[in-house]
Every structure is written in structure tokens, then in C-alpha cells.
């Protein structure tokens, strides 16, 4: 192998005291049963035990529902960042601009059509060329479930989700007695990749304590000609919540997290320098209040963003680009909002009614290092350049028809209000390039969006069967990067005329479950009226801007997971997204082709090995020039197909290693939806930006 794996040797070291610590440590720490009792521990065989399973497959749970566990091992190279856990589930795929912080992409739909909550909140980052989506700031495994439910096939989570909501959410269980648990895990691998996480919890029945840390890294990575890639990254969270549970119904809860990093982009002229998050959220939640009001829910929450690029940090400036100086752009984003929720109960129906609000302000400041001819960019104050705010009112329910039968429906309504304070008069020359001079014309828009769906599910006699076929229509008002962004025309009569999008579609699908056998299948069809389309320049100085058009969209996903017996299991995948700008007459842009996986595991109990085989389609269906907030179709690509390998062992029900091989072979590739590629000195020239080449990684997963 031509890759270096550096982390390797200081990861065996870990896995060494990890072992050793496994041997000193009981498998579990049990509290104390009566006060003046000392601490037993529990046989091995009662605690729940760590597989040695890397997961390749991922099927869905409900309809249009897929859940994940962000702590298993999972192939290709366990996720840095939400994205890359977000792209291991069929019908996803990442747009990649480096090492870290691609952007995920649902059905071919990327921006906020897909929406992203951390803990029930909303999250955005700050650049105007999406370096920093709100993925960037999420560790995957510092949560305990990951939920996605595809289409707009619900109302209680925000608005605008016409693409799917994605929920990335921690559990707080009420603790059955005294004690503590940590779990972690420890990565290393190819390129200095080196990732260390900690998830530690204590507490009593009456109350509890968790804090969460994680710290990655990453050197630049090289693709399969052994080309090296501008990429290397680094990032560090922790977060930290005090719980108050005096009875099993009862919870109120604080949370607290920090985090920050820098990350080398491959697509752009400047790098990510600083990825700052700061959050702040208290929940309350009261269960079994009556017969018919049975729960209520109420959340705040504050999150900050603070994001700065360069082109200084991570390399050297250009004198040949049109930046030929050290130069930084710092942009905040504070966001906050909150939500109440009642839960309603009746003997055949259930109803989740409640409101949400939230509000973000924008603000950017422009410079350049310490003594450069433009200035300290930190002595430079922060201009506001855009404020944007949502309230909105909903109510879901379920409705039992039988016993087999049921109706899940939901109504939602926003009142969305968005203010320019930096839109160029008329037509404007759009963008933010650091160069013009600021304009000072401010604006201001507000409309009310409609938004709903209707959903029959039947669950067959003759077999394990459930059928489900939905109509939704979801309104979404122009984000940020829409109306003000690097890729925009940022002037007032832009932001005025861009109408919102909205988005007709209908899901059908079915599910099938027995002891050895899951199976499913889900297809859309949709009609998007005012679909916003982003039309990049073919000259560098030229202008962007986004426009409105008609357009249809359809695709699915399909999936099994087979057992055929013995040790023996099969994960079997399929991926397909189209669209038409009927406007145009022309394709959509940024459209993944057809993607297939197919995963084989043997699973011994104590160890296991697998593979796993992935391949894309050539794509030729492009509109070159025209893509979303994050990229543009750069032409037609060549199919794919990539193969990894890898293996687990369980040392005890405390400790699991798991390794793998991605990119076996050795594969030269890059995928169809991606950023184009800037061409730096030292570093491979290449149209779109590579995949990894081959890639070792082995990690270690531990619970006490």
C-alpha cells in the first residue's frame, strides 16, 4: 500500500490500555441498592453487549423512516462530521469540498429543502458560499439517535422540509438508581486520521449529569493516483447537560456545548479557518398529565456560529488568483427560537399540536491578518447584513381506522419575515466579494406558508406486510444563501421577486419484515413550483443570480437485509433521484445517478468480517452552469464502483475492535454530485474534487 497510516501505531497503544483496563474493570458499574449497601456488579450476561458488526446498510424503520445508531461502526470510515453519516443511508449523497464539512444531499435536494435540527433546534452556519453547513458543527457520535424521515411527510419539526428532516438527538432516560456509564471510541487510520471520543453520564433517580467530548483530525488525504488533496481538518466538541427527574414522568433539563476547528478546502480560494459553535438549550417535558392531554413539551434554545475563512492559515496566498493578498472574512450567525408541543389522546386518535419560533441575525466583517494592508480583520466591526425569522403553528395526528389501518396527517402554518440591511439598489452587482463596496439599501419581506400532508398505512393479513401511500405539500421560504449569498444577485429587487418554493409530492412505498427477510421500497413523484435555480457565471468576474421555474421531480429507494441462515447476512441497496426543469426543458441540476450497494457480513458472535461494494452509474442527464446554494453541474461523469473491506472482534462485552480497507482497489473517482475543484499549488488538478484513494482505519469501541 502507497498510503501512510501514522495513527495506526498510536492507536494500537490506546487499544493496549484499553485492554488492560477492560481487565481491571468490572463489565458494569451498578449503584447501590439501600443506602449503606456497597456497589455489585452486574454478570456479564445481563449487560448489553458492544457487536463487532461494522454496519454497511441501513433500512427503514417506519415508513419514509430511517433511524441510526451515530455510535456503531459504520463503512466507508466512520463519519467526522453529520454529512458523512448522513451519506452511508440510501438516497443520501454529499457534496465534498475537502477532507470534512461536505454538504448532504437528499434525493438531489441540498440547502434547507432538507431540514436539520440538533436537539429539537434549528442550526445554520454562516458563510455565503456554504463552507460551514450546519452538519460542519455536528459529531455524529456524540448523539444517541439519528432520525430521517424522507419526503414532506410531516409538520412537527420546522418548516420548509420538502427534501426530508434530519433529527439529531440525545436520550435522557430517567436512571433506575445511582450509578455511572461511559461509553467511547477511539479512531485511527490513513492520512493521520486520529479521532478520540468520550460520552460519560452519572447520576441518581432524582436527577443526572453527561458531558460529551470528541476531538478529530485529519491530514490532507490523496486519491487513488496518490495525488494529494487539499484537506486536512481538525475539530473538537464538548457539550454538557444537568437533568431534574423527580418522578418517572417528570424532566427538566440544561445543555451547554462549545466547539471549534479548522478544515482545508480543495473547492475554494479560501479555507475554514475557525468553526466556533457555542449552544445553549433548557427543555422541560411532563408526561401522563390526563386522560386526554397525556404530554407536554417546551423547549429554548440559543445556538451562535462563528466562522471565519482565509486564504493564509492553512496556505500560502496566490499572487497569480484574484487574491493575490492575505485576506479573511469572519461571519456570525446567532440563532434562537423555542417550541411548545401538547400531545392529545383518544381512543383512536392521537394529535401533536404546538408553535415554533425561531430567529437568526447575520453579520460579516472583512480583513486580513495582523499588519496586512487591509487590516486586522478582529479590529474590524461586525456590519448586520441580514436578519430572517419564523413562527409557526401545527398539529399532526394519527388516526386508527382499524386494526390494520391508519391515517397520518398534519397541518402546518408559517409566518416568515426576512431583512436585507446590505442590498445593492436595482439590479445591483450582486454576490459579497470583499473588493466592492459595501451598498446600504435595506429591504424587507414577510409571507404566510402553508404547509400539510395526508398519509394511509395498511398492515396486511396474509404477511408482514405494510403498505403506505402519501400526498404532502410543503411551502418554503428563500433561505439565506438565496437571497443574500456569494452565488446570488444580492440586490432589492432580487430579494423582493424570488418567490417561494413550494412542493406537491407523492410517496408511496411498502415494507416487509420477518425473522430473516426485511424488505422495502419507497418512490416519488413531485411538482415544484418556483423552484429556485442558482445560475453560476462561466466567467470569473461574471454575475450569479437565482431565478424561478416549474419543474417535476421523481425517484426512490429500495433495500433488503437477508439472513439466509447460519452466520450469513446480505444488505442489498438501490438509489435513484431525476428531474426536469420544465421551464428550460432541460435536466435539474445536481442530480445523483443511480447508486447501488451491496453489502456481505459473516458474523461469528465474537468476530466478523464483511465487504462492501458500491457503485454509481454514469451521469449525462446535466444542466452545466445551473445548480443550488453549494455547487453547479460541471458536466457529464463516468460511473464508479468501489470496494472495502472489513472486520470485528469483541474482546469482551466492554471493548470491540473493528477495522476496514476502504477503496480497496485503489479507485481513482469522484463523485457526480461535487464542487468544482480549485487548482492549487502542489496539490493535483482535477476537474471535480477526488474520493480518497485506499484508506486503513481501525477503531475501538468501549463501554463501562
Not at 484499553?18 to 454478570?43: C, F, S
Not at 461574471?542 to 431565478?547: E, I, K, Q, T
Not at 465487504?611 to 463516468?638: C, F, K, M, Y
Amino acid at each position: 500500500m502507497k498510503h501512510t497510516t501514522r495513527s495506526l501505531p498510536a492507536a494500537s497503544a490506546c487499544v493496549a490500555l484499553l485492554v488492560a483496563a477492560n481487565a481491571a474493570i468490572p463489565p458494569a458499574r451498578a449503584g447501590t441498592e439501600a443506602a449503606g449497601e456497597a456497589a455489585t456488579a452486574e454478570p456479564l450476561d445481563n449487560v448489553e453487549r458492544l457487536e463487532p458488526v461494522v454496519v454497511t446498510g441501513t433500512p427503514e424503520d417506519a415508513p419514509l423512516t430511517v433511524v441510526v445508531d451515530p455510535k456503531a461502526p459504520r463503512q466507508p470510515v466512520p463519519a467526522s462530521d453529520g454529512a458523512d453519516l448522513l451519506k452511508s443511508i440510501p438516497g443520501f449523497s454529499t457534496i465534498r469540498k475537502g477532507g470534512s464539512n461536505g454538504d448532504p444531499v437528499l434525493r438531489g435536494m441540498a440547502g434547507s429543502r432538507l431540514n436539520i435540527l440538533v436537539d429539537g433546534g434549528a442550526f445554520a452556519g454562516g458563510c455565503p458560499s456554504r463552507m460551514d453547513p450546519p452538519t460542519a458543527y455536528i459529531a455524529p457520535e456524540l448523539f444517541d439517535r439519528v432520525t430521517v424521515i424522507k419526503g414532506p411527510q410531516t409538520v412537527i419539526h420546522g418548516p420548509g422540509n420538502s427534501a426530508g428532516t434530519v433529527l439529531f438527538e440525545r436520550e435522557h432516560a430517567r436512571r433506575a438508581d445511582s450509578g455511572w456509564s461511559l461509553d467511547g471510541s477511539l479512531i485511527g487510520g490513513s492520512h493521520g486520521r486520529a479521532d478520540e471520543t468520550l460520552d460519560v453520564s452519572a447520576g441518581t433517580p432524582d436527577g443526572y449529569a453527561t458531558l460529551s467530548a470528541n476531538h478529530v483530525r485529519s491530514g490532507d488525504y490523496e486519491d487513488g493516483n496518490g495525488d494529494r488533496v487539499h484537506s486536512s481538518y481538525e475539530r473538537w466538541n464538548t457539550d454538557v447537560s444537568l437533568g431534574w427527574t423527580p418522578d418517572d414522568d417528570t424532566r427538566l433539563a440544561l445543555g451547554a456545548g462549545r466547539g471549534d476547528g479548522h478544515a482545508a478546502y480543495a473547492f475554494s480560494s479560501m479555507d475554514g479557518a475557525r468553526f466556533l459553535r457555542e449552544s445553549l438549550g433548557l427543555e422541560f417535558e411532563k408526561r401522563n398529565l390526563g386522560e386526554v392531554f397525556t404530554r407536554l413539551q417546551a423547549k429554548a434554545y440559543h445556538h451562535y456560529a462563528d466562522h471565519v475563512m482565509d486564504n493564509y492559515t492553512l496556505r500560502d496566498p496566490d499572487p497569480a488568483s484574484m487574491m493575490p493578498m492575505p485576506m479573511a472574512s469572519d461571519v456570525d450567525r446567532r440563532t434562537t427560537g423555542g417550541r411548545v408541543a401538547g400531545t392529545f389522546e383518544w381512543r383512536d386518535l392521537r394529535l401533536v399540536a404546538g408553535v415554533d419560533v425561531s430567529q437568526n441575525v447575520h453579520s460579516v466583517r472583512n480583513g486580513g491578518p495582523p499588519g496586512s494592508a487591509m487590516g486586522d480583520y478582529r479590529r474590524v466591526p461586525r456590519v448586520r447584513d441580514a436578519r430572517m425569522s419564523t413562527a409557526g403553528a401545527f398539529a399532526e395526528a394519527v388516526s386508527k381506522i382499524d386494526d390494520r389501518q391508519r391515517i397520518v396527517s398534519g397541518l402546518r402554518l408559517d409566518r416568515a419575515h426576512a431583512r436585507g440591511y446590505a442590498l445593492a439598489a436595482g439590479d445591483g452587482a450582486g454576490g459579497m466579494g470583499m473588493d466592492e463596496p459595501r451598498p446600504s439599501v435595506a429591504a424587507s419581506r414577510g409571507e404566510t406558508l402553508p404547509s400539510g400532508f395526508v398519509r394511509w398505512e395498511r398492515d396486511l393479513t396474509s404477511s408482514p406486510t405494510t403498505l403506505y401511500a402519501g400526498v404532502g405539500h410543503v411551502a418554503r421560504f428563500p433561505d439565506y444563501w438565496e437571497l443574500f449569498g456569494q452565488h446570488v444577485d444580492a440586490s432589492v429587487s432580487s430579494f423582493v421577486r424570488l418567490d417561494a418554493e413550494r412542493t406537491t409530492q407523492l410517496d408511496v412505498g411498502a415494507r416487509y419484515g420477518d425473522g430473516r427477510l426485511k424488505a422495502w421500497v419507497s418512490g416519488y413523484v413531485g411538482h415544484v413550483s418556483d423552484f429556485i435555480l442558482l445560475h453560476y457565471p462561466a466567467d470569473p468576474m461574471g454575475r450569479a443570480y437565482a431565478s424561478s421555474v416549474a419543474a417535476t421531480i421523481a425517484g426512490g429507494e429500495a433495500g433488503l437485509q437477508y439472513a439466509p441462515g447460519g452466520n450469513w447476512k446480505l444488505d442489498a441497496s438501490l438509489a435513484c433521484a431525476w428531474g426536469r426543469n420544465d421551464t428550460g426543458h432541460r435536466p435539474l441540476p445536481q442530480l445523483p445517478p443511480l447508486e447501488a450497494r451491496l453489502g456481505l457480513t459473516y458474523d461469528a458472535g465474537a468476530w466478523s468480517v464483511g465487504a462492501l461494494w458500491r457503485a454509481a452509474t454514469a451521469q449525462h442527464r446535466v444542466a452545466v452552469g445551473e445548480g443550488n446554494i453549494v455547487g453547479q453541474d460541471l458536466g457529464p461523469s463516468g460511473g464508479f464502483g468501489v470496494l472495502s473491506l472489513n472486520g470485528g472482534y469483541r474482546l469482551s462485552g466492554n471493548l470491540v475492535l473493528t477495522a476496514g480497507i476502504d477503496n480497496v482497489l485503489d479507485k481513482t473517482y469522484a463523485e457526480h454530485v461535487n464542487a468544482a475543484n480549485q487548482d492549487l499549488a502542489g496539490y493535483v488538478e482535477t476537474t471535480r474534487v477526488n474520493e480518497p484513494g485506499r484508506t486503513v482505519w481501525l477503531k475501538a469501541n468501549f463501554r463501562f
